[in-house]
């Protein structure tokens, strides 16, 4: 998907909402664990359940991975079954020397037909730049994330600058606001202001918002620019609103406070 | 395994080489193709033509990954085929907020048995502290790294040292030489003696001696500790050596002559 389907699509359905798919076997609904694939099953439910509510959904490989093969299907169905329309995310965290990045990149947006893949950028150019030579696809790099952790290096000084600045500096100008998106943690708000100045132009992939106590307003407030440039990224608050044979109506309920919320913002 | 362990295959096998299983299905011999899984076809074969030569295999997940499916199927063959005294690496490079890296940690040290991870230190503390939590589990943390793009951040200062200093000097405070090792790549030999004299115990993983073009000598001088403490892989310069028939036969000769040079160090 290109920016101006994303920017259009955000404007038409009035949400900047991500749904992250951050589907864990033991926290879903019991009554799916009867079905051949449930993490796929829990998925489905929820996407229809919130399709029209949203703009991208986030898939975390991690909560996949972890199931082994198995894990890795389920991540296949669900990642097919999303609406063409919609945008995808592999929140991945991947980056490598360059061979292997290209690799990575490949398997994101050729294997798997996902739009985006959440990159690291601590082994610099050769490492980011293989996930930015794919048409209509696009890297989002960590800049400063939700976590307690970011405080270890990102927010380290490196010169006058703290060094998740350099890195958004330094990074954006490997792509363009067309194939990069930086992640921006909501629960740093006091920074947004002063990244959204550094990165006039470029999305940012907002997690930390719900569970991890993030304030919609206030990042939006902070963050948002005149194509909106924002990805709000619910997961737990979401898909874990209800925990039983409704959840996937609470997922709604959810998801549409969020979009109501946003609505009222553009 | 664990470090004692590790120590001893070591000195038995006058070896501290690590073969880089970074299987392209586009490289490797023709007559391999016809086999259901030419990745583990080939994999098995160089494993039986070295398994004698070297302590550690390291298999690249992203050669595997963007196989899709069918490439997770290679890799779970592989590991489980790779003998059980011999040090596994899956050279991964994940890392994430806390309860996502807790997943990660579970994906290969649990679903797939490896006896470590390489791990991507840029999101802090959280991101690293659940890949230490596994009894006689290890996590490989990037230090400095062989590639061009170590230089765009890793080589940057922050206060009077480079950030790979600080680094290694603040996620070696959050395990210990016995579950916690570093990347230290080869082709940044000039830096390793300092490196050493930070973290004098751990073990490093060195990459990119062979096809990166870093020297096995260069790195042994400067980087050996009292329990050898370096494992230096080689995946390109062994496992492609040859590209027919006798493949197996041409990488066991690869390996021999790093194995040789390394009992001569020892």
């Known amino acids: 998907m290109n920016r101006q389907e994303l920017v259009h699509l955000i404007r038409e359905r009035k949400s900047y909402l991500c749904i992250g798919l951050d589907t864990d076997i033991h926290k879903i609904p019991k009554h ?13 439910a929820i996407i229809d359940a919130t399709k029209d509510l949203c703009v991208a959904y986030k898939i975390n490989t991690a909560f996949y991975e972890c199931q082994g093969i198995r894990g890795w299907e389920s991540l296949q169905r669900t990642v097919e079954y999303i609406p063409k329309d919609i945008f995808t995310i592999a929140d991945a965290k991947r980056g490598d020397i360059g061979n292997t990045s290209t690799y990575y990149a490949k398997t994101f947006f050729e294997t798997y ?104 307003q206030a990042i939006t407030e902070k963050g948002m620019n005149k194509d909106v440039g924002l990805l709000v990224n619910a997961s737990r608050a979401v898909i874990y609103a209800g925990n039983d044979e409704n959840f996937a109506e609470d997922a709604r309920n959810a998801a549409l406070q969020y979009q109501q919320e946003m609505a009222g913002y553009l």
């Open 32 to 44: 799916l664990l009867s079905h051949p694939d449930p993490i796929f099953a829990f998925n489905k």
């Open 113 to 216: 037909g996902f739009d985006s893949v959440t990159v690291a950028p601590y082994m610099g150019r050769d490492s980011v730049e293989p996930f930015l030579g794919f048409s209509e696809k696009w890297a989002i790099v960590l800049g400063l994330t939700s976590n307690a952790g970011a405080q270890d290096f990102q927010l380290q000084k490196t010169g006058d600058e703290y060094l998740y600045e350099k890195v958004l500096k330094t990074t954006a100008a490997w792509g363009t606001p067309e194939n990069m998106m930086f992640v921006v943690g909501a629960t740093q708000a006091d920074s947004v202001a002063a990244i959204r100045q550094l990165v006039p132009d470029h999305f940012f992939l907002v997690p930390g918002v719900g569970a991890q106590g993030g304030s919609l």
